[in-house]
């Protein structure tokens, strides 16, 4: 991870909103962005699809539930 990059967490990533707002974000190489979502399957297949797209994203999943602290 580039270090001079900005973070941004994108919840509900893997479908709707959140998963179009990571596809833009994907795009452009100042970002480091975590998709984040409650089931691991559903995250790791949008990382998929950015990732088939966009080989050189920086993008990673991480699973989040909030309801779960």
């Given amino acids: 991870m580039n270090n001079n990059k900005k973070t941004i967490v994108v919840t509900g990533a893997n479908k709707g909103i959140g998963f179009t707002l990571v596809e833009s974000l994907a795009k452009d190489a ?11 399957q559903y995250g ?3 990382l998929s699809k950015i ?3 966009n080989p050189d994203a920086d ?3 991480e699973q989040l539930d ?3 602290f």
């Fill in 59 to 61: 993008v990673i999943f």
């Fill in 66 to 68: 909030v309801s779960n």
């Fill in 51 to 53: 990732k088939s797209q």
């Fill in 30 to 40: 100042k970002w480091h962005v975590i998709l984040a979502a409650r089931n691991p």
């Fill in 44 to 46: 790791q297949d949008a």
